[in-house]
């Protein structure tokens, strides 16, 4: 499977109950923890979308996952810290991440694993995300090797306008660029319309972002790629 998503059911979940050797073990993969109510383990990502989030080398270090039932709560869920993942330093991407964002020059930051797998296929590898947390300076700093440029287009609402902006604050000015899309709320929309077109607008109009609210020179993208 090309973007490696996968299912948690309870086959899954008594498969990891069996062959991890004890209740530790189990809480320190990250796929149990223990309940407040009764001190029992139980599985987090049962019955959810997973998503595997990444390190830079391509490797699988933690995941992310989506209720299918829109009754269970909370929508979303990431795995907790551990050796290997800080939620706070991590970001979710694909595994052409990398080599799509040296190629094109920029980062593009978006609000959900949605976005990024939209953006993936309407040519946008490029694409990561914060995984549902606020963006931070150390998740940036984790991409900086790849790239000193950013722009973030979450979502089109008054929600996500501010948070974009907030977003834009953890890096010097001149840096980031903030992108709107104006017929949708996210790029998942913009994808399920086929309209690959409001992706390339957005890059093209997208504005310098500085906290004092001074509009900086364009960073050049001599085309929306």
């Given at each position: ?60 270090i933690g995941f992310g996952g ?160």
């Amino acid at each position: 499977m090309k973007y490696d998503l996968g299912y948690c059911n309870s086959w899954l979940s008594t498969f990891f109950k069996k062959n991890l050797d004890s209740e530790a073990q189990k809480i320190d993969a990250g796929l149990f923890k223990t309940s407040e109510k009764n001190n029992r383990v139980y599985d987090v990502f049962r019955n959810r979308i997973i998503f595997p989030i990444k390190s830079h080398r391509d490797q699988i270090i933690g995941f992310g996952g989506r209720v299918i039932d829109s009754s269970d709560n909370p929508k979303y869920l990431n795995s907790s810290d551990s050796v290997l993942y800080k939620k706070n330093r991590n970001l979710y991407f694909t595994s052409d991440f990398i080599t799509a964002t040296k190629k094109k020059g920029y980062a593009f930051i978006v609000e959900g694993y949605f976005d990024v797998l939209s953006l993936n296929k309407l040519g946008y590898a490029n694409s990561a995300s914060p995984s549902g947390t606020a963006l931070t300076y150390q998740q940036l700093e984790s991409i900086s090797k790849y790239t000193s440029k950013i722009l973030i287009c979450f979502d089109n609402d008054e929600a996500g306008i501010k948070a974009a902006e907030e977003a834009a604050t953890v890096l010097p000015p001149g840096k980031t660029k903030i992108a709107r899309l104006e017929s949708y709320k996210d790029p998942s929309e913009a994808l399920q319309a086929n309209d690959s077109e409001a992706i390339r607008k957005a890059i093209w109009d997208a504005k310098p972002y500085r906290p004092d609210g001074i509009v900086l020179s364009l960073i050049h993208i001599s085309e929306p790629t």
